[in-house]
């Protein structure tokens, strides 16, 4: 069945260091991948995503890469500023199907 | 753009009554939309997706009894928590899909069952 597991669990870095969560699912015909970050007591809110016919994208400080073969995608942010302290979800889906499975989520805190 | 409303913001309601919430497309048609149920500090789990005009199909575990699903519009899914019980307690968030594969969230309903 959909499964992806979501990496760490929880991250702490100094502002201005960069930031990596990575993602592995299991279902080889997922075709879709987004991340979300929310903030307590917030919605989700769709920062980049990324679909399977693409390798990387970048988006000013976010960028995501995908790896098909390995089944795992990763979020990077360069530059951590305190303001991007919130949990990170990543998401598969598939366009066939259209519901994404989220993982377990990260959450990122930024020290100034 | 792709503004998705959710109401109420938050409730409160007797064990055993009937609380409905509404998800709202307000700048675009959504013809499937999800419901998700989410718990302090964890992931946001699939209840159901919401197809407009047909029944809504529910994931596996989740009692399609108990969680009324109704999207009589391509703008509005409502969710319904029939005799509520305290362990119905949770962060309810609707999203919608757009045109593309692309889910555009609620602000969430938080349902607290005394």
């Known amino acids: 069945g959909e499964n992806v597991e979501q990496h760490p669990s929880t991250l702490s870095v100094q502002e201005g260091d960069s930031a990596v969560i990575k993602c592995t699912y299991s279902d080889s015909a997922s075709n879709y991948f987004p991340w979300y970050k929310q903030e307590l007591g917030k919605r989700p809110q769709l920062i980049i995503d990324?679909?399977?016919?693409?390798g990387e994208k970048k988006d000013q400080r976010i960028a995501v890469t995908l790896n098909k073969t390995a089944k795992h995608f990763s979020l990077h942010i360069t530059e951590t500023q305190p303001e991007d302290s919130a949990v990170y979800f990543c998401a598969e889906g598939n366009t066939g199907f259209q519901k994404l499975v989220f993982g377990t989520g990260t959450r990122l805190l930024v020290s100034p | 753009g792709a503004v998705v409303s959710q109401h109420p913001s938050w409730v409160i309601c007797k064990s055993g009554t009937s609380v409905k919430i509404e998800c709202r497309s307000l700048?675009?048609?959504?013809?499937?939309m999800f419901w998700y149920r989410q718990f302090p500090k964890q992931s946001l789990m699939l209840m159901a997706t919401?197809?407009?005009?047909?029944?809504?199909?529910?994931e596996q575990g989740v009692e399609k009894d108990k969680f009324l699903i109704n999207h009589a519009s391509l703008t509005l899914s409502t969710l319904t928590v029939t005799s509520a019980h305290p362990e119905d307690s949770s962060f309810y968030i609707c999203?919608?899909?757009?045109?593309?594969?692309?889910?555009?969230f609620g602000p969430g309903t938080r349902l607290t069952v005394t």
């Open positions: 990324i679909r399977s016919n693409v």
């Open positions: 999203s919608a899909r757009g045109l593309g594969d692309e889910q555009y």
């Open positions: 919401s197809n407009e005009g047909s029944k809504a199909t529910y």
């Open positions: 700048d675009f048609q959504a013809t499937t």
